[in-house]
């Protein structure tokens, strides 16, 4: 029995995790339409596909996908506990049914011919249980899939958006330091301007001054 595991203790305290094998457990996750490797957690050292082809999520982004994908094993795992509750209670049931009639013909209620009626009976209504129980476990399958994979979309796109928003700030970010380089260049230019202008001044003045004197010594 230490070979079967179910959705009960598949996953230890530290997150280790081995493939469900229990009868109950992998009827629960067909029911609900689920595969049982989709209750196991994902290989840490694997990236989550991206639906946006070659795309390189931020770290930041990454986590966050993470986080939404182990969101949504909980759920299954969660959903398949409960589906497996409701049939270990059916099997429960179903076998107590042979022990009540095997008491009632002890008491004479009865004859054998309305026992072996109810018999074929409840056997054909197993059997269209059975078949309605299919259907639904199919229709189940096509709605999950297709919810799925909406919420992976959504959630693709709203990570594309945040990463468009994150490169589009530090395009403007970039745009921002060119101006202010620009300006800062301006400025440095029109001081270096002013600084020329005011050293021609001096130098026009002192050479006018070397000329008066010149013309006052050969007066």
């Known amino acids: 029995m230490d070979n079967v ?3 009960e203790d598949f996953e230890d305290e530290n997150g280790v ?9 992998l009827e629960a996750c067909l029911r609900k339409g689920y595969a049982p490797h989709e209750l196991l957690p994902p290989n840490p050292k694997k990236k989550l596909p991206s ?7 931020p770290p930041e982004l990454e986590q966050i996908k993470k986080d939404h994908m182990e969101g949504l094993r909980q759920v299954k795992i969660k959903t398949v506990k409960a589906e497996r509750q409701r049939i270990i209670a059916y099997l429960s049931k179903v076998a107590d049914a042979p022990l009540q009639t095997q008491r ?3 008491l004479g209620v009865g004859p054998a011919a309305n026992v072996s009626s109810s018999v074929v009976d409840r056997v054909n209504e197993l059997q269209a249980a059975q078949t309605e129980a299919e259907y639904k476990r199919l229709e189940v399958i096509r709605r999950r899939q297709q919810s799925e994979l909406q919420r ?3 959630a693709e796109q709203k990570m594309i958006e ?3 928003k994150i490169v ?5 970010a970039a745009v921002l330091k060119v101006e202010h380089e620009k300006e800062k260049k301006k400025k440095e230019a029109a001081l270096m ?11 026009d003045k002192q050479q006018r001054q070397l000329q008066m004197r010149k013309d006052l010594a050969e007066a």
């Open 162 to 164: 945040v990463q468009n």
């Open 193 to 203: 301007e002013k600084k020329n202008k005011r050293e021609m001044d001096l130098l």
């Open 168 to 172: 589009g700030a530090e395009e403007y």
């Open 104 to 106: 009632s013909q002890s």
């Open 152 to 154: 992976m979309v959504e």
């Open 17 to 25: 995790a081995r493939t469900i094998n229990s009868p109950r457990s």
């Open 5 to 7: 595991r179910s959705v």
């Open 51 to 57: 639906l946006t082809g070659s795309q390189t999520l």
